[in-house]
């Protein structure tokens, strides 16, 4: 069964850093574009940083750049991202997305809340 299954949100104030990850099953993500996006609270879903597939160079949105990184780890089968220095816009669920061709997988989210 393929799935991908985030976690590592929670309750953290402004200032602070959390690790997300993303664990694959049922597929491996080599050859995939990886990538985390977020929904907040009355707003679009919007990309928030992606490994890419041909080159496995990194995107951020400017939103988070210079404050997130994104890795993976193949032998485990995972993603990360590091979220530093947090802020209260940076409120949301977090998605993980692995994508290659026409097969597109999406994780259930992790909730992260900035808040003090």
């Known amino acids: 069964q393929v799935q991908l299954v985030e976690s590592g949100g929670g309750l953290v104030q402004p200032g602070g850093s959390l690790r997300l990850s993303c664990a694959a099953s049922?597929?491996?993500?080599?050859?995939?574009?990886i990538g985390w996006f977020r929904r907040a609270p009355g707003k679009e879903r919007e990309g928030v940083s992606c490994?890419?597939?041909?080159?496995?160079?990194?995107y951020y949105a400017d939103s988070v750049k210079g404050r997130f990184s994104i890795s993976r780890d193949n032998a485990k089968n995972t993603v990360y991202l590091q979220m530093n220095s947090l802020k209260p816009e940076d409120t949301a669920v977090y998605y993980c997305?692995?994508?290659?061709?026409?097969?597109?997988?999406w994780g259930k989210g992790t909730l992260v809340t900035v808040s003090s």
């Open positions: 490994i890419r597939s041909t080159d496995g160079s990194p």
């Open positions: 049922g597929f491996t993500l080599d050859y995939y574009a």
């Open positions: 997305n692995a994508r290659r061709g026409l097969m597109d997988y």
